[in-house]
């Protein structure tokens, strides 16, 4: 069964750092764009930041200038280094993936399971 598996979350004080990771487990053909999304409580799911296979980048406003989303074609695997944090920023990450080849005809959306953020002194 292919997954996206998550690592990094936790709790850290503002303008501390964290370091998000997003790994496939199991086997696939290719991973197309790779993103992160967050979820505060009684919020919508929104987009943070997402990079092509390319390397193309996109972010959020809101996190323009303090995060880094990065990848590693050869570990099908995406980062997102989150500098300056603020308390606004508390959520739960969920890494994405909506085009992942399993076989050369069969594609899944992918989502990992999410991992906590937290930012509070």
């Known amino acids: 069964q292919v997954q996206l598996v998550e690592s990094g979350g936790g709790l850290v004080q503002p303008g501390g750092s964290l370091k998000l990771s997003c790994a496939v487990s199991?086997?696939?053909?290719?991973?197309?764009?790779m993103g992160w999304y967050r979820q505060a409580p009684g919020n919508q799911r929104e987009l943070v930041a997402s990079?092509?296979?390319?390397?193309?980048?996109y972010y959020t406003d809101s996190v323009k200038g303090r995060f880094t989303i990065s990848r590693d074609n050869a570990k099908n695997t995406v980062y997102l280094q989150m500098n300056s944090l603020k308390p606004e920023d508390t959520a739960v990450y969920y890494c994405?993936?909506?085009?992942?080849?399993?076989?050369?005809?069969?594609?899944?959306?992918?989502w990992g399971q999410g991992t906590q953020v937290t930012v509070s002194s």
């Open positions: 199991g086997s696939i053909v290719s991973i197309g764009a």
């Open positions: 994405n993936s909506p085009q992942v080849a399993v076989t050369s005809f069969e594609y899944l959306e992918l």
């Open positions: 990079i092509t296979s390319g390397g193309r980048t």
